[in-house]
């Protein structure tokens, strides 16, 4: 990461908090296994600050040593370097605390995960190669957490038994209505900053309580999983890992916990009484590949407890022609294979491509991880592959 210096507009008004030196991004837990993200600054809207969100996340990013501003307005702006690359760096080290605009208080329907979009944040703290942001985000790869979770959490009553897609379905409908928290952000990368996911799990518990039939998701490269345990979480929360290959985990996919501390913490929080998941994403046929997911598959199986309640979402690898060329921006060197030449097409309704991988191998694949499934997770639901 590069150390760069603090637009000057961006800087009204500062806390005073010790600066990194050199850049530090995560926080290494006395155990040394788990780490926290650790932004060189947080920026303050105008509009968010006061807000609880905001009041934490400057609090705890402050004694983690990050750079608090409170800005003079609503817009996040400076971000941008004088290469892809550093505007990268710069925005990946970066945290927003924001009001959600009007658009992400009008839920969107999210298939095949769940029935709508739930989004706590937009944006990601970690450094995967192959991100499926690429493309989707404007502007610099910011994080922007949203401060007015209770104006978020007001919008769901008038969606309930509104779903069309894990609602209708006769193996899902006893989820009640989905609502996915992981579409645009990893909640629980930032969650020791925003606490924002703890106070959402317990509201989808309550809420519960209340009468309502609904139930949170979310999908996590993250394994501090510490601060849910002891949640009232009533089981309405979903808590998926996502997992691949170890070798395609640490090639690709920085900033992100390792596989098996992952793969721990999903096994804490089934312990604990949370459903669970696997979302194995995305896959991909490297040399070996039956081998190297059939030891992901065995290593999952042993930090489940036999009565996990357990699904898996099966992702393979796919990219569009934008997102390949935001990925060779921001990674100019990854070694990530984004060739069409050895693709497929696919086009969407709106006729936009997709590159996926040929029929027939896709056709291999699909039929190995559905047998590998039913071998090393048994009790698991298979929910879709794609
Ligand atoms: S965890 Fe997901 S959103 Fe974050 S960088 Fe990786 S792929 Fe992108």
Request: charged share 25%; glycine share 8%; net charge positive.
């Amino acid at each position: 990461m590069v150390q760069a210096p603090a637009a000057p507009h961006l800087a009204p008004s500062r806390q005073d908090a010790p600066r990194l030196s050199p850049v530090k991004l995560f926080e290494e837990r006395p155990n040394g296994k788990q780490r926290l993200w650790v932004p060189k600054r947080i920026l303050v809207t105008r509009s968010a600050a006061g807000s609880e969100i905001a009041k934490h996340a400057a609090e705890r990013g402050a004694a983690l040593g990050a750079e608090i501003i409170h800005l003079k307005g609503d817009q996040v702006r400076g971000l941008r370097g004088e290469t892809e690359v550093e505007t990268y760096r710069r925005a990946k080290s970066t945290l927003a605390i924001v009001n959600a605009p009007p658009s992400a208080l009008k839920l969107q329907p999210i298939p095949p995960s769940a029935d709508f979009r739930l989004d706590l944040a937009v944006g990601c703290p970690a450094h995967c190669q192959y991100c499926y942001l690429a493309g989707s985000l404007q502007g610099p790869p910011v994080t922007r957490a949203y401060a007015n979770l209770d104006e978020i959490l007001s919008v769901l009553p008038s969606y309930l038994g509104q779903g069309r897609i894990t609602s209708r379905s006769d193996a899902r409908s006893h989820e009640g209505t989905t609502f996915e928290a992981s579409c645009y952000t990893d909640p629980l990368g930032i969650e020791h900053l925003t606490g924002s996911l703890s106070r959402t799990i317990e509201h989808f518990a309550s809420w519960n309580r209340e009468g309502a039939e609904a139930g949170l998701r979310f999908t996590t490269k993250y394994a501090e999983v510490e601060p849910l345990l002891a949640l009232d979480h009533g089981g309405r929360t979903r808590v998926r890992f996502s997992v691949n290959a170890e070798a395609i985990t640490r090639r690709f996919e920085g900033g992100t916990a390792p596989l098996q501390d992952r793969l721990h913490a999903m096994g804490r929080l089934a312990r604990a009484g949370y459903p669970v998941g696997l979302t194995i994403a995305p896959i991909m046929p490297i040399q070996d590949w039956p081998e190297a997911y059939g030891d992901l598959f065995r290593k999952a199986a042993a930090e489940l407890p036999q009565d996990a309640d357990v699904t898996a979402e099966l992702i393979t690898h796919r990219f569009t022609p934008g997102s390949r060329e935001v990925l060779m921006g921001w990674y100019p060197a990854t070694k990530l294979e984004m060739d069409p030449a050895v693709r497929a097409q696919k086009r969407n309704k709106f006729g936009g491509v997709k590159y996926v991988y040929p029929k027939e191998l896709m056709g291999e694949m699909k039929a190995w991880f559905a047998s590998a499934v039913a071998e090393h997770l048994p009790n698991a639901q298979l929910l879709y592959w794609t």
